[in-house]
Every structure is written in C-alpha cells, then in structure tokens.
C-alpha cells in the first residue's frame, strides 16, 4: 500500500478549502484517508498565519513510514524548511502553442527528408551502376 499527502476538497461551491491527509493512493481525492494533517484555505490573503495550518510532526512520522507528498503539498513543506522542492524547468512552456507546432512540423519534415533523399540515394546508387556495366 503506497501512502500519498496530499489535499482533499471541502467547503462549498467556489469556496474551497483543502484538508491536507495521509490517504492510499488508490482512494478518491475527496473520499477515504487514514489521518488528517491540517488544512489550506487558498481564498485568505498569503499574509494571514489562519491560511495554512499543517502539524509538521506527524507529516515528518508519516513521511519516515513512507508517505509521499504530493506536488502542492511539497511545496508547503518545502515553505516550511521540512523537504526541498526539486526546481522545474520547462522552457517549451514559454514559447507560444503556435510556434512550438511549426516547429515540431518542420522537424519531422527535415527527418523525413532526410530519410526520403537516403532512400532515393540508396536506389539511384544500383540503378546507375547497371547502366555502366
């Protein structure tokens, strides 16, 4: 049984609030989990304390047990001084849907050119050595 930190829904209708737990990770985001750690309120401003509250403790007992947090959750601990959140970098990001497919296409068009031209290479070689014999 893998164990998963992460944040489960709660509240009402556009507004959130997340219960960070200790769950399987074959359970539905918003259904069972085995402990609840703390909570995360996204609509308080970044500024108020009442925004996150996590027992660090018992995150640090269940991630000695195994428990993998999830993504956000990282973050958090990465906040809090607990865990060092690797940096991502995803420079394909940054340039815009249009421009990442011209230039897919025009990749695959210089391979399959590439390969077209060894292919017509390959049989124009045997064909022009029949001729001369």
């Known amino acids: 049984m893998s164990l998963v930190i992460r944040l489960a829904r709660a509240g009402t209708k556009k507004r959130p609030v ?25 609509l308080l401003p970044k500024e108020k304390t009442e925004r996150l509250k996590l027992d660090l ?28 959140r690797p940096k991502r970098n995803n420079p394909e990001k940054a340039i815009p849907r249009k421009e990442r497919k011209a230039k897919e296409e025009a990749a695959k068009a210089a391979a399959g050119g590439a390969a077209g031209q060894a292919a017509a290479g390959a049989g124009a070689a045997p064909a022009a050595a029949a001729p001369a014999s």
């Open 18 to 42: 997340y219960h960070v737990v200790v769950a399987d990770n074959r359970a539905p985001r918003d259904g069972r989990f085995i402990e609840r750690l703390g909570y995360f309120n996204p």
């Open 57 to 84: 403790e018992k995150v640090q007992a269940w991630m000695k047990k195994g428990a993998q947090p999830s993504d956000r959750v990282m973050r958090f601990l990465d906040a809090a001084g607990i865990m060092k």
